[in-house]
């Protein structure tokens, strides 16, 4: 299991800007994906954006444009980098490591948008 610890989460009014980040340590295999998903309350956990080992990207319709993801490869750490954001961006944001064969979680950064 990958041991990740998400950083950077809070509250912000709508049209701010978070930036979380996501350390990834202790992983027995080389990580291949990475990536950031969100839970509001009440709803499914939902992905938010992805990169994969060889830069690939991936992000989900209602954050393209206003989030980007990025990762630092020598130090396995992951960004999500959040511009204008809404109240329907509000959730528990976790970060999860694709290493071996199998997926690990983080404890997620709770991210609130006032109106």
């Known amino acids: 299991q990958v041991h990740l610890v998400e950083s950077g989460g809070g509250l912000v009014p709508a049209g701010g800007s978070l930036r979380l980040s996501c350390a990834a340590s202790?992983?027995?295999?080389?990580?291949?994906?990475m990536g950031w998903y969100r839970q509001a309350p009440g709803k499914q956990r939902e992905s938010v954006a992805t990169?994969?080992?060889?830069?690939?990207?991936y992000y989900a319709d209602s954050v393209k444009g206003r989030f980007t993801i990025s990762r630092d490869f020598p130090s396995n750490t992951m960004y999500l980098q959040m511009n204008n954001l809404k109240p329907e961006d509000t959730a528990l944001y976790t970060c999860?490591?694709?290493?071996?064969?199998?997926?690990?979680w983080g404890q997620g950064a709770q991210v609130t948008v006032s109106s």
């Open positions: 999860a490591a694709w290493a071996g064969d199998s997926v690990s």
């Open positions: 202790r992983s027995p295999f080389r990580i291949r994906t």
């Open positions: 990169i994969s080992g060889d830069g690939g990207l």
